[in-house]
């Protein structure tokens, strides 16, 4: 039971190169997120999948795209990378129960930097 | 929406002194309220949570209250230890717009001395 795997781990991009960020979970849960992790500023939702076939914007959207291909797989796109997009990325995924408990598990992150 | 504030942003105490880390929300639509600890090189990883019908829980050395009143909520750990050095994230969650929606503070990094 692997948990949360996120590929690649680091990453270094050009300014206007794309690249697909990479997620997947084993816990067969329903919901999956992206979240960024910039300094003093905490983890700030990107996108969310609450279920397999949806997709919905979170607090930071623009600059990306978000596939569910599966119940398991939750990709990220970047299209045309900026340096506001160096970051580090995670994803997460839960099974939020009635009554609102939501533990999400983590992935180990992806460290993007955008020259 | 919501706002998370969390301080002190960083904390250094003395192995074996307890630390508390405070919290405040802003929405009093907000039902659940997650702990979790980010070590270095890792994603963060839930460690206490606690739902808005209870005032306090307790899980061995770790502690979390909640004060809806106020809007505020706290971590407590006692005799602490080298291995409880970390970056730990509250967070306030609600359901909206279909899903629980979680909004995240910017993080304590706890620093405990041998």
């Known amino acids: 039971n692997a948990g949360v795997t996120q590929t690649p781990k680091f990453q270094v991009l050009k300014t206007g190169q794309s690249m697909t960020l990479q997620c997947a979970q084993d816990m067969n849960h329903n919901s999956m997120y992206w979240y960024r992790q910039d300094p003093g500023m905490g983890l700030r939702l990107i996108y969310y999948s609450a279920s397999e076939g949806t997709t919905d914007k979170g607090e930071v959207p623009n600059g990306y795209n978000v596939s569910r291909l599966n119940k398991r797989e939750f990709s990220l796109r970047l299209e045309s990378a900026a340096p506001s997009q160096t970051s580090v990325y995670f994803c997460?995924?839960?099974?939020?129960?009635?009554?609102?408990?939501?533990?999400?598990?983590f992935g180990p992150g992806t460290r993007l930097t955008v020259t | 929406g919501e706002n998370v504030e969390q301080h002190p942003s960083t904390l250094s105490v003395q192995e074996g002194d307890s630390a508390v880390i405070k919290c405040t929300y802003s929405d009093s639509a907000s039902n659940y309220f997650p702990w979790y600890k980010q070590e270095l090189g890792k994603g963060p990883q839930l460690i206490i949570d606690i739902r808005s019908n209870v005032g306090e829980k307790k899980d061995q050395r770790i502690a979390v209250t909640l004060n809806k009143t106020a809007k505020h909520f706290s971590l407590h750990i006692t005799e602490t230890q080298p291995e409880d050095s970390a970056v730990y994230f509250c967070a306030a969650s609600m359901v909206s717009g279909g899903y629980q929606k979680v909004t995240f503070g910017i993080g304590t990094k706890l620093q405990v001395i041998p």
């Open positions: 997460a995924s839960s099974n939020p129960l009635a009554g609102g408990k939501d533990e999400q598990y």
